[in-house]
């Protein structure tokens, strides 16, 4: 059993948001699309660290530290949106990032957890 971060605990903040980039609506997620995007190593590893390690209530591509161009980073993000795993919103310059948990364990059940209990291949 994994410890979700606090920010998923807690639930959206009080205050004004800036609006969510376009993404599917909750019945439009589709399993062949998600288990497409999450095929990619990097892909499981930021939906991973989201889940366990987020400090705030969203991310920035910075904060995970990859050391990967920032077009690669942005390609993973906009997969990982257009799939509906993830939600992104526009803060100035910068999009940030959170795990659509709720619709995701209401869409499917149990995903979550595979993509918890997932190990990176070593070697």
Known sequence: MYTLAPTYVLGEPTGELPERLPEPAVDEIRLERIMGVLAEPLRLTIVQRLL?????????????????PKSTLTHHFKALREAGVITQRQYGLERRSRVRLEDLNARFPGLIDLVLDWKPEVG
């Open 52 to 68: 366990l390690s987020s400090e705030d209530f969203d991310q920035t591509c910075g904060w995970f530290g990859f050391d990967r």
